[in-house]
């Protein structure tokens, strides 16, 4: 119920943009979120928006990445300055969730997954 598109390979400081379809019925009830996933490391939360509006972003991506809801059917994650450590697969989420202010709740939370794709930057 989440198709993702856009990732790739991009030099340091370059930008790129990711889209999630989403099913109508899950856009407008359920929290929306990106994650990614490093070589070797645990999912990390980047960005969750609630359906209130809430957006809390994590610090590693806060001031270069912005997330957005688009039209009803997707939702999108801009990225831009980005660096080598920004590289990894991206999953893009939603989940029935009341954000809190500041937190982005973990990994389990969120029922739904997109399938990820690549984002390489060197």
């Known amino acids: 119920q989440l198709v993702e598109s856009g990732g790739g390979s991009v030099q340091p400081g370059g930008s790129l943009r990711l889209a999630c379809k989403i099913d109508?019925?899950?856009?407008?009830?359920?929290?929306i979120g990106w994650f990614r996933q490093a070589p070797g490391k645990e999912r990390e939360g980047l960005v969750a928006m609630g359906t209130d509006g809430i957006t809390n972003y994590a610090d590693s991506v806060k001031g270069r990445f912005t997330i957005s809801r688009d039209g009803g059917k997707a939702f999108a994650l801009q990225m831009n300055d980005l660096k080598p450590e920004d590289s990894g697969v991206y999953y893009c989420v939603a989940g029935l969730i009341d954000l809190l202010r500041g937190v982005i709740p973990r990994a389990a939370a969120f029922n739904y997954w997109g399938q990820g794709t690549q984002v390489t930057v060197s």
């Open positions: 109508g019925h899950l856009y407008y009830s359920h929290s």
